[in-house]
Every structure is written in C-alpha cells, then in structure tokens.
C-alpha cells in the first residue's frame, strides 16, 4: 500500500511504515494536480500538516483512498464528517506536539522579560556604536519565577504549559469552559515527583490577576481577548498567543501595547495568517514566531511515530 506524505513525515515514521511493508511517497504535490497523483500512483493513505487541502471534490475524485492522516491538531483543511461519511479514515496526532508549543511560551516569555525580541534588533544594528544606551534601555528586565501566569484554556498544551511553568516557580490559575479542576503531576530526571492540585478561575479573575496571560483555547469564532479584556488586565500584563490566529484582538492589542497596559506580547499565530499585518510584524514590543509551535524534531518524531502505529492497525 501507498502512503503520501504531502506536507512531509519525520525519519521515524517513513521507518516504522516501511517496516510493515508500506511504500511512503514524500512527494509535494501542488493542490492542482493531488488529484491526478493519487489516482495514477494508486494512494492508499493521505498525509498532511496544514499546508495541503482534503476537501470534498479531492475526496470524490480519488477513490484508492482509504485514509487521511493530519499531523498536528487542527482539521481545519479537511472535510472531516464528508470523508467519514466515505467510509475514508479520519486521524490525527493531538498529542504529539504539546510539550513543544509549551516549550515556544516560555521561549517567549523569557524573551519578553528580558527585552530579547528588541535587542535582538537592535544590538545588530547599533551595538558597536551605542553599547552603553541599550544596556540601559533593556536593564530593567525581570523574572518570572514567582509570578502568576493565567493559562485560557487548560487542554494538552495548557496542562504542559502548567507544568513548566510550577516547575520554574511561577503560580498558574487557568480558566477552561470544560474543566473545572486539574491534577498535574510534574516528574523529575531521577524518579521524583510532585503533584499540584488545580482548580478553574472565572475568566474575569484570570484576566484580572495574572502577570502574564497565555491562550491555548482551539479556533473560536470570537475573541477571547478584546478590548474591553485588557483594560482589566494588570498593567505591565505580558501576552502570549501560540493558538489560533483571531483569538486576540491584534487592533485592541497593538492599543494597549501602545498605552503601556501591555509590556509585551508574544505571537505565534496572527489573525491574517498567512500574512500578518505590517503594524504587528513591525511593532517593538512583540516577540514574533511564524506558527511554529510544533516545530522541534521531537515532536515531528512522536507525530511520525504516532501516524505511522494508527495507519498500520487501521490498514493492515
Ligand atoms: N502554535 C502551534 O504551532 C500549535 C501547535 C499545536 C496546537 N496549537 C493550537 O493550540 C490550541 C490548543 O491545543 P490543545 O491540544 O491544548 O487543545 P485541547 O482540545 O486539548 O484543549 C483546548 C481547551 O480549551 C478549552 N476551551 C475552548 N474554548 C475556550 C474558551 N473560549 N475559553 C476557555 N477555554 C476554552 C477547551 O475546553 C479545552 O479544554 C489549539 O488552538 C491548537 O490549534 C498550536
């Protein structure tokens, strides 16, 4: 059987499907000729990150189909229920890449309380001729050991997020409309362990409370942070978005970045992503990653490994 990774597989999965006897084409098929391929090279299974579309005309043209396979979470770019409803297996990895997105915040967030996104700019351009004057301009950073991060939406990445974040000594208070409370347990390189037991906070207490604030809710048709929110919010509030694009409200944010209500805010996600406005790229005060939050080895190996176990018991 033949599996078409479209937007790519790691090493180890291309492996473990091999090893079961399946051919894995890692071809990039443009979205105007993925039809034609799969049906002149007989694919079985479809994979694909976000970049590559499944929808219904490709599913109703390409009748080898047996499986589609997301790497990642989202099934934005792809008709799921019309697939189901084809017989056509429908799956994901949505475990995979929890620990790295976690691992992305706090890149940004150390970032953040050390001016890192600025100097990074800056130090190229003037370090040799003002030393002394950016030395002064990012001398008063601060730790976040000891502080409270508030954490909308306390899923995978929430949780995972959690636990740096006690691991490093901050207090967490998250809100989620579906959990109400949340035994983490943190291990240790040696065996030992600890656990915190959590419970929800209203939304109005979070945004109120916390030093910093970082979203882990899926795609919402509203904001989650508008305008209205950050004025509640403490000044000097760190934001962090490593979710879904158009889960902030950029204008409302760039706004209150501007009045000094928010110190700095870091993005991987961008509400007109794939092309993020030019007021959010440019502004000073925002740390700037594009979407990607899965991106480290390690979890393109677990994704890999993951697809790869689900495809041999489905298909074999
Ligand atoms: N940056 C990246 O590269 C990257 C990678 C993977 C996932 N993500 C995104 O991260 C987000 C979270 O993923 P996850 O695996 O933790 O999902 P998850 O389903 O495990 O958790 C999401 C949680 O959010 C809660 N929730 C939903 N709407 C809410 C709201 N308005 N307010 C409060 N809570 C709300 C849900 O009840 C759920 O507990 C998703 O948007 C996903 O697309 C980003």
Known sequence: MKVLA?????QTGIKHLEAEGFEVLTTTVAQEQLSNFINEHKITALLVRSA????KKLIDTCPSLKLIGRGGVGMDNIDV??????????INTPAASSESVAELVF??????????????RN??????SKFKQLKKAYANGSELRGKTIGIIGFGRIGQATAKIALGIGMKVIFTDHQIEEHLISLSFYDGQKIEFQLQKSSFDELITNSDFISIHVPAQKNYVLDKDDFGKMKNGVGIINAA????????????????GKVSFAGLDVFESEPNPEIKILMHPQISLTPHIGAATSEAQDRIGIELANQIIALLQ
């Open 107 to 120: 890149a940004h967030l150390y970032g953040g309380v050390r001016f890192l996104y600025d100097s990074n």
């Open 81 to 90: 229920d019309y697939a189901k409803s084809k017989d056509i297996h429908v």
């Open 123 to 128: 130090m190229p351009l003037e370090g040799d």
């Open 52 to 55: 590559t579309e499944v929808r």
């Open 6 to 10: 479209n937007d790519g597989i790691s």
């Open 244 to 259: 879904r694009g158009g889960t902030i409200d950029e204008v409302a944010l760039i706004d209150a970045l501007e009045n």
